[in-house]
């Protein structure tokens, strides 16, 4: 299996207008813009992946985070599935560019309903909280260090991840939604008038609809 420590979030983006949407090869999903954001959640199901054809193993991953779209800073937190041998594996995981991913000590199994609030504590500082609503459970995880964030976006978002430089074979997935908000300049806004997302490599892999607090992601 392919550790998220190993892996390097990577915006790739065509276009960057607010309320419209744009492609990436590796996001998809919705990414609100402005200033002053300083804490974002949402709310996601831990998906059955599937192989795509001619796969051997795929993986997708889901998070939410502050930044990223339109700079190099972001603080994120999420979960990351992967599907190999047959076998599906979900870990949990937090990260503050340009450091790695870290794992997080928290059980993920497949069907799981997570909810994570990232939130800033300072322009180089974070606290990560990802909840296991289907268990119980919880984990808060700090993060550090990384370059300075702007404030100047909020996302919901499923990703093909990279490992080394390259993207890593992007799973099938069953239509997924995330429910969030954001808190911007001290009051908690929606995703509505978010920028979507959708994935494109060789063909559009992924799709973004969004209606009033959830976003929702179609495979392609």
């Not at 550790?3 to 996001?27: D, H």
């Not at 459970?137 to 430089?165: N, P």
């Amino acid at each position: 299996m392919i550790k998220v420590g190993e892996a390097r979030k990577r915006n790739r983006l065509n276009g960057r207008a607010a309320g419209a949407t744009v492609t990436s090869s590796n996001w998809c999903g919705a990414a609100l813009t402005g200033s002053g954001f300083t804490s974002v959640v949402g709310t996601w199901t831990v998906p059955t992946i599937t192989l795509r054809s001619g796969q051997s193993s795929g993986s997708i991953s889901q998070w939410v985070g502050i930044d990223g779209f339109s700079d190099s800073a972001l603080i994120q937190g999420g979960t990351l599935s992967q599907l190999s041998g047959g076998r599906q594996s979900n870990v949990a995981w937090t990260e503050m560019l340009p450091a790695a991913s870290r794992d997080v000590s928290l059980t993920v199994d497949t069907g799981d309903s997570i909810t994570t609030n990232v939130t800033m504590t300072s322009t180089t500082s974070g606290t990560v909280t990802i909840k296991n609503n289907s268990r119980g459970t919880s984990i808060v995880g700090t993060v550090s260090g990384g370059t300075r964030l702007s404030a100047s976006s909020a996302e919901w978002i499923l990703e093909d991840f990279e490992s080394g430089s390259s993207l890593v074979a992007f799973a099938g997935f069953p239509a997924s939604t995330f429910t969030g908000s954001a808190v911007r300049s001290g009051s908690s806004v929606s995703p509505s008038g978010s920028t979507l997302i959708d994935l494109v490599q060789n063909s559009e892999l992924c799709s973004a609809t969004l209606s009033g607090t959830t976003v929702s992601l179609r495979d392609s």
